[in-house]
């Protein structure tokens, strides 16, 4: 019998008490000192299929910190896979490291060798810090990989689809908070202008909305403005902008304790996974706040459906953008089963998740 879900809140100090508290089936570490490659793969739930979840090269600031974010990240490809209706399971990968200083090709090579080793538990694509380059390095060593260029017949780059779901996502949202879909001339307020955030952009410069962004690098904020008419702030100034909406597109935990006291937005719709630093407080918090707040997994899980389709045997475009537009639709029927059990959002949509989960184990279960 499988667990329940575990809120998700700050992850215990003991290894094998976390793996417990969020339900993880396996965890791998992968080190080579030649290559200085560091990496951590996580598998959380596979009783919807393999694993699937990107990998994601960042330079945390200790070996502590990544852990914690494979083991959230992976905890909530779970979900998003299973609110999508794929035939996929949780997993997530993490290296160590900064990719515009560290990452080469037999790190990415020897990466993949630790892949194939897991026999098609895990399936990986390219997330934060990673490209359809770096998947063609991988895809020497092992076949348990997608996200490849188009060229090779691959679903190429996630982010224009997980783009796509968090626009008709926001708008969505838009229309429960505001009676109307229309972005025209709300004020959205983008963290993050990477390679999903400036595709974002460029959806809401299209309805003529105000938008304001920031990013930790210089180049993709220089990139963004001489493209689009954006107001750029600092990161920590983007939490006291006067927005309708507010769109985390970059790392998580971005709503806490902190930033829901500065907050003005009535929306909360972005691209970033695990935005809620605790699942339980700061859901709760933006309901009694009066906040729409759109469930992470749910809305950003337009990558995962693009890569889908390209892991059953043959990409098909034509289908992975009709299924993520229905995140459209997915995202109102959970806002308006929270408002109508007066619960926070982002819980009723993990059990509308784990509900799948548990349906199809239950078949699973019988010869």
Known sequence: M??????????????????????HEQVVFCHDHYTGLKAIIAIHNTVLGPAMGGTRMWAYSSESEALEDVLRLSRGMTFK??????????????IIGDARKIKTEALLRLYGKFIKNLNGKYITAEDMGMTERDMEYIAQETSFVAGLPHYRGGSGS???????GTYVGMKAAAKKAFGTDSLEGKTIAVQGVGSVGEILIGYLAKENARIVVTDIFEDRIKKVAQQYKVTVVSPEDIYD????????????????????????????????NNQLADEQLHGTACMKMGI???PDFVINSGGVINI????????????????????????????????SQRRNAQLVALEMAWQRIQDIARIKATY
Not at 2 to 23: A, C, H, T, W
Not at 81 to 94: F, P, S, Y
């Open 2 to 23: 499988i667990s329940e879900p575990q809120s998700l809140v700050r992850v215990e100090s003991n290894l094998f008490l976390q793996l417990d508290n969020l339900g």
């Open 81 to 94: 896979n299973a609110m999508a209706g794929l035939h996929l399971g949780g997993g997530k990968a993490v």
């Open 158 to 164: 996630p982010a224009p689809m997980t783009a796509l």
């Open 241 to 272: 902008v006067p927005a309708d909406i507010y769109s985390p597109c970059a790392r998580g935990a971005t709503i806490n304790d902190s930033t829901l006291q500065r907050l003005k937005a009535q929306v909360i719709a972005g691209c970033a």
């Open 292 to 294: 729409v707040y759109v």
């Open 308 to 339: 889908a389709t390209e892991i059953a045997g043959s990409y098909n475009q034509a289908w992975a953008k009709a299924k993520t537009e229905e995140i459209y639709d997915r995202v109102l029927q959970v806002l308006q089963k929270a408002e």
